[in-house]
């Protein structure tokens, strides 16, 4: 089956600090992978669309110089939390699908403590 | 906007009894639909996929699909508390579009 792996799994670091998260898509080529953040006890939200080799598309209110998104191969796409602040503390989630009829796969996530 | 609509529960139900969860949706052109489980603090898996009217089934779950009122649902046979998690609805919208439409989930506890 179709097999997401993100790293690192948790980062806690200081206020300040740019964290760049992993998602790579490892037995399949992905075109488009999606960014999501869940806080405790809430509903995944959509942050942003991962797209091969242009501009990643950003839901409304994400800032897009906070978070950047570089999808540089069919396999690979970043998420870099710049500057970090405690409120940007999260669970970060990337997920892709081998074609637009298939379900999305889920990487383990990525918990990410800023102190 | 593209709309799925859960009821956010929590569902109870004692173990070894059928768990139930719905789920609608607003693109009527939709053609593929999922099931995934979120345990607390973890990320979604898959649990099933359905894209035709009727029936699914694979061990205990049951996906099932009606086009036409816009419903899809998902039937858990002999809870065990183990399945206590959040369910979650998918919904891939006509077009060829990437992007799945996730409803907000229903919390299932399954109590011994």
């Known amino acids: 089956g179709a097999v997401v792996s993100q790293h690192p799994s948790r980062v806690i670091c200081k206020s300040g600090t740019s964290v760049k998260i992993e998602c790579r898509s490892l037995?399949?080529?992905?075109?488009?992978m999606f960014w999501y953040r869940q806080f405790p006890k809430k509903s995944l939200m959509l942050m942003a669309t991962?797209?091969?080799?242009?501009?990643?598309?950003?839901e409304q209110g994400v800032e897009k110089d906070k978070f950047l998104i570089n999808h540089a191969s069919l396999t690979l796409s970043t998420l870099t939390v710049t500057s970090a602040h405690p409120e940007d503390s999260s669970f970060y989630i990337c997920?892709?699908?081998?074609?637009?009829?298939?379900?999305?796969?889920f990487g383990d996530g990525t918990r990410l403590s800023i102190l | 906007q593209k709309e799925v609509e859960q009821n956010s529960g929590p569902l109870s139900v004692p173990e070894g009894a059928i768990a139930s969860l719905n789920c609608t949706y607003s693109?009527?052109?939709?053609?593929?639909f999922f099931w995934y489980r979120q345990y607390s603090g973890k990320s979604p898996e898959l649990i099933m996929s359905?894209?035709?009217?009727g029936d699914k089934e694979d061990g205990r779950f049951t996906a099932q699909l009606n086009k036409a009122s816009q419903y899809v649902s998902l039937l858990i046979r002999d809870s065990q508390p183990s399945d206590s998690a959040t369910y979650l609805c998918?919904?891939?919208?006509?077009?060829?579009?990437?992007?799945?439409?996730f409803g907000r989930g229903t919390s299932l506890i399954v109590h011994p």
């Open positions: 359905i894209y035709s009217n």
């Open positions: 693109d009527r052109g939709s053609q593929s």
């Open positions: 991962s797209n091969e080799g242009s501009k990643a598309t950003y």
């Open positions: 037995d399949f080529q992905a075109t488009t």
């Open positions: 998918a919904v891939n919208p006509s077009g060829g579009s990437y992007i799945p439409t």
């Open positions: 997920s892709a699908a081998p074609s637009s009829n298939q379900p999305q796969h």
